[in-house]
């Protein structure tokens, strides 16, 4: 079993739309949590980061964690065609010096 | 300015050939990285450096030697390249004892070995 599994997708929605990404880990000592943009070609992005259960806000993403279930996700309200782009799901766990990647899952968004 | 910096942007060189990539961070951050990215998107960690003392390797070939002078470089010295090689590698940093802290990355490094 991969530390953090992400579907690759892609993941095409029409703008306007939610769209949903999703990321499972295995270590139930993660305590934290981010989602990164990656454009193609370029470096990865944070686009928000939770840290406990529950949902956190940020403009149009919303980052949901779910501890109990090993879960987290993403939504993107109100798509833009300039929100395609693969999205990555990273962790962390206290005293492992590294953050761990899912393989990311590609959005593209129809206009 | 640029939080962290990695040079070169490209890199094309022969099979056999020695390579280094430079990566400079101006955050004040005590913890480095290497990542490769292949070209299925998948990072993966190499290196972790913390306040210039090697913490992690993760299971990189020797050939792979990073080197970090003082907490705001880490250099990665590749010998004896080899195809399987060819990738995105990226450098990184962060404050690791400082809750939430999120990873900044340089700008990649493309390695193609030919």
């Known amino acids: 079993q991969k530390e953090v599994e992400q579907n690759s997708g892609p993941l095409s929605v029409p703008e306007g739309a939610i769209a949903s990404l999703n990321c499972t880990y295995s270590?139930?000592?993660?305590?934290?949590f981010f989602w990164y943009r990656q454009y193609s070609g370029k470096s990865p992005e944070l686009i928000m980061f939770i840290y406990s259960n529950g949902d956190k806000e940020d403009g149009r993403f919303t980052a949901q964690l779910n501890k109990a279930s090993q879960y987290v996700s993403l939504l993107i309200r109100d798509s833009q065609p300039s929100d395609s782009a693969t999205y990555l799901c990273a962790v962390n766990s206290p005293g492992t010096y590294k953050y761990i990647f899912g393989t990311g899952t590609r959005l593209k968004v129809l206009a | 300015d640029t939080a962290v910096s990695q040079t070169p942007k490209y890199l094309v060189t022969q099979m056999g050939n020695d390579k280094s990539i430079k990566c400079e961070q101006n955050?004040?951050?005590?913890?480095m990285y290497w990542y490769k990215q292949d070209s299925k998107k998948f990072l993966k960690i190499m290196f972790s450096y913390n306040n210039k003392e090697l913490i992690i390797n993760e299971t990189v070939p020797n050939r792979f030697s990073p080197k970090s002078p003082d907490k705001a470089h880490l250099n990665l010295h590749i010998n004896s390249l080899e195809l399987g090689d060819s990738a995105v590698y990226f450098c990184?940093?962060?404050?690791?004892?400082?809750?939430?802290?999120?990873?900044?990355f340089g700008s990649g490094t493309q390695l193609s070995v030919l």
């Open positions: 270590d139930r000592g993660s305590q934290s």
């Open positions: 990184a940093s962060s404050q690791w004892h400082r809750e939430n802290e999120k990873l900044f």
């Open positions: 955050l004040g951050h005590d913890t």
